[in-house]
């Protein structure tokens, strides 16, 4: 590294290296035992202490020129080697943190070797080729298990189940292909064998972008319906478009005016509702219409064929969903999900923001009349007799559980599948009625003639941890000894995935109730037991020290600190305010709003999945004021906040605010305490609940510390929002992943046989449908700012190239 210069630059050279590197290591070394010491005090590993030890006594030597200090790093290096197989043996992200960079200084220690010794190098290059083999080795390890992670084997169920009829084919006329939710369509034009050829066709702008006002909260999510030759979608903030399905040139738009004060925690639209009026000649205004419900809480009704409001349908083509709740402020009411119509009744919940007041808007569920927007039935679980609206200045009981997220309905039954969540104020309990703690967590079945509880199912007992219900459950053929039974799949955040009889939600699968950790703020509050899924469930085990990830060991060390800390008996560890507790799963699940696909025909459940802990901690009202936290009706427009859901929510209305760290990043450089994966894709057999393949979503390239993408395409397994389609041909269709892909999966296998990247951020759930005898595949780029990705207007379209 000194050739050319002279003798005397030589020498300078030399001891500027050998200072430098051992400053650099003493450093590091003496940032290691003061956190070491850190550690050991809170009951951690001893291995930190021991190594910055040693690092300060390689870097003191090598400064003073001695061999001695070279010899000690070798020494730390090979006991960190072992250390860190004892550790997490050979599992590829675990290594990355305990073994690169120390790695990364290895090489710089053998490079100073023959500077420490210039007299003497014959044994140098030896000892440096040994270290640089064991280098290539242990990277070489990694490296092949990062690029090649091994899935469950493939398992396919012996035998198929007969579809039931009711799954999308050429049209996807809702929100889930069908209001049963399956996600399948019967289409097989696209196969794992020529799904290579396929091509980007078109690409639709919704025209729809945040303002300087909505930046940081936007994330449209939206799902296109396909009805005969035309696609019907809503943009971010609800305006109505409509293309022709072959060529995704715009037919018409409308514009209902939302206006950004009433962007809740996002920008979202999840889909629109497809209806066909009874009684109506083809031909005749608002036939077939088109139904939204928008940030604002309005229903819209347009007419499918010019997108020109239905004047018989509420006042001009709208009704306001807020009637009889009292106050709303804007933002704190909002519909982000697709209406779901049942017997001409369309039944509506709204998201109400979270994390503000104990006393806000009612999460009261309401049907109106498809056709005159008349209100048919209100159902208050405080108030069940109040009738379809308040009456004598009453309003909707304030702060019930609410449903956020897309209902599914069953025509035969008359039964709408509702998954309700939290009342207000997630994290505590002690101001709920039995009423709300009868229902909060629970999946009920409202009867559409009558407005009643048909039954409900509980997931969660007094839930403290906003564990409430995001996905949509889908309508299964469940195979019984005596034939198929009416039932229902319901995912959970917990990773619980339930199968019920959907007739009366009686389980078909084993449901256990299983002892819990108590304590906390409100130990008399916390119940000893909860339900435990023995179908099958997508959680991995509880978190440990070992657990714990970063770039560096210094930083890994930090969050080992953190895990110390904490409060964390496991699973539904107590909320407390003494100091923070670790929630795991975090509160996107498991499974959230994107939901699961079912395959019929194969019998598969395919479930995509978050693995990520939040580091939460409730806050004494005295500080919460002291920092400042206020509510939605208090902020003034530049106080509006785009971050995380629950960072720093003041809850007011109960004794505590809640700071939420979601998915627990480190501050300095971004990363997740937890070591990846940190989101999945499994295959599961219906029967059985057997995982018949389980494989990271999601690559690295978008991703690295400080915000800086890697661009590297291993998969790490990224955080994920949307959900799936699966197809007759055999394959799966995602994006949801941080890495802005859309990717194929063949759904024997679960490998990935094509991928594509999108424009922005594909935080949606694809479609398929045919027309003009072609298949199609098309997808929402919109972005999230949650998910930190790109934000974008684009609707993109694929199908095989001609060739094919």
Avoid at 168 to 190: E, F, K, M, P, V
Avoid at 233 to 247: F, Q
Avoid at 611 to 626: A, C, F, G, S, T
Wanted: hydrophobic letters at 40%; proline letters at 8%; charged letters at 15%.
């Amino acid at each position: 590294m000194t050739h050319g210069l002279t003798r005397p630059q030589r020498g300078a050279f030399a001891s500027g290296y050998l200072i430098t590197l051992g400053v650099i290591l003493a450093l590091i070394g003496l940032v290691l035992v003061v956190g070491g010491v850190k550690l050991i005090s809170v009951g951690g590993s001893a291995y930190y202490l021991l190594a910055g030890l040693g690092l300060i006594g390689s870097g003191v030597l090598i400064a003073l020129k001695r061999m001695l200090g070279a010899w000690i790093y070798v020494g730390v290096f090979v006991v960190t080697a072992l250390w860190a197989l004892w550790e997490v043996g050979l599992a590829p992200w675990p290594l990355v943190p305990r073994v690169v960079a120390p790695m990364v200084l290895m090489a710089l220690v053998v490079a100073a070797m023959p500077l420490l010794e210039p007299g003497r190098p014959g044994r140098l290059p030896t000892l440096a080729t040994g270290g640089g083999l064991a280098a290539v080795l242990v990277v070489g390890i990694i490296a092949i298990n990062i690029a090649n992670p091994r899935p469950a084997p493939a398992m396919m169920p012996a035998d198929t189940l007969a579809s039931g009829g009711t799954d999308a084919g050429a049209d996807w006329t809702a929100y889930g292909a069908t209001y049963g939710a399956r996600r399948y369509s019967t289409l097989n034009q696209i196969t794992p064998q020529n799904v290579g050829q396929l091509k980007r066709v078109w690409v639709a702008h919704t025209r729809d972008l945040p303002s300087d006002k909505a930046k940081g909260k936007y994330g449209a999510e939206t799902t296109p319906l396909k009805v005969g030759n035309r696609l019907y979608l809503c943009s971010a903030k609800n305006i109505l478009i409509a293309l022709d399905a072959a060529t995704g040139k715009e037919i018409w738009r409308h514009d209902p005016q939302v206006s950004d004060n009433w962007i809740p925690y996002t920008a979202a639209c999840r889909g629109v509702s497809y209806f066909t009026a009874p009684e109506t000649a083809s031909g005749e205004a608002c036939a077939n219409r088109i139904v939204e419900g928008t940030l604002d809480g309005r229903l819209i009704e347009v007419d499918a064929a010019d997108g020109k409001p239905c004047s018989g349908f509420g006042d001009n083509g709208q009704v306001d969903i807020k009637v009889g709740m009292g106050k709303v402020h804007p933002g704190m009411v909002s519909m982000t999900a697709a209406p779901t119509i049942v017997r001409g009744v369309i039944v509506t919940g709204q998201q109400v923001l979270d994390g503000q007041d104990r006393w806000a808007p009612s999460g009261v569920i309401q049907g109106f009349d498809a056709v005159t927007g008349e209100p048919k039935w209100a159902w208050d679980m405080k108030q069940p007799d109040i009738g379809p609206a308040p009456k004598d200045g009453k309003t909707f009981s304030r702060g019930t559980p609410n449903m956020w997220t897309t209902a599914s309905g069953d025509e035969a039954l008359g039964l709408v599948y509702i998954p309700l969540g939290n009342s207000a104020a997630d994290y505590f309990s002690g101001t709920r009625s039995p009423v709300e703690n009868q229902y909060s967590s629970s999946l009920v079945a409202i009867d559409v003639t009558s407005g009643k509880p048909a039954w409900s199912f509980q997931t969660v007992h007094k839930d403290v941890w906003d564990y409430d219900l995001g996905s949509q459950a889908t309508l299964i053929d469940y195979p019984s000894k005596t034939g198929p039974v009416p039932a229902l799949v319901l995912p959970s955040k917990q990773g619980d995935l339930y199968i019920l009889d959907r007739r009366t939600g009686q389980p078909l699968t084993g449901v256990e109730e299983r002892r819990v950790p108590g304590g906390g703020v409100e130990p008399d509050q916390r119940s000893p037991t909860q339900p435990f899924s023995l179908f099958h469930n997508l959680r991995k085990a509880d978190l440990t020290e070992r657990s714990m990830w970063g770039m560096s060991p210094i930083d890994q060390m930090l969050c080992r600190i953190q895990f110390r800390e904490a409060s964390y008996k496991g699973f539904y560890t107590a909320p407390t305010t003494d100091r923070p507790w670790i929630e795991y799963p975090g509160y996107n699940g498991g499974s959230d709003w994107g939901g699961v696909a079912v395959d019929p025909v194969r019998g598969l459940i395919v479930a995509n999945y978050n693995d990520m802990p939040n580091y939460n901690q409730l806050i004494p009202r005295k500080v919460v004021n002291e920092k400042g936290w206020i509510p939605r009706d208090q902020m003034k427009p530049g106080q509006l906040k785009g971050g995380p859901e629950g960072a720093g929510d003041p809850q007011v209305g109960v004794p505590y605010g809640i700071q939420v760290n979601a998915g627990w990043r480190m501050p300095f450089t971004g990363l997740l305490c937890k070591a990846p994966p940190y989101g999945g894709i499994r295959a599961i057999d219906i029967r059985t609940g057997k995982t018949l393949w389980d494989r990271p979503l999601g690559t690295a390239r978008k991703n690295g510390p400080f915000g800086i993408p890697s661009m590297l395409p291993v998969n790490i397994g990224t955080p994920n929002n949307g959900g799936s389609v699966v197809t007759a041909g055999g394959l799966i269709f995602i994006a949801a992943a941080t890495d802005d892909l859309i990717r194929a999966i063949d759904i024997r296998t679960g490998k990935t046989v094509w991928q594509d990247t999108l424009p922005a951020g594909g935080q949606a759930t694809p479609m398929t449908y045919s027309v003009g005898g072609k298949q199609y595949l098309v997808i929402m780029a919109g972005g999230h700012h949650f998910m930190e990705t790109p934000i974008g207007d684009e609707l993109v379209a694929y199908a095989l190239s001609p060739e094919t």
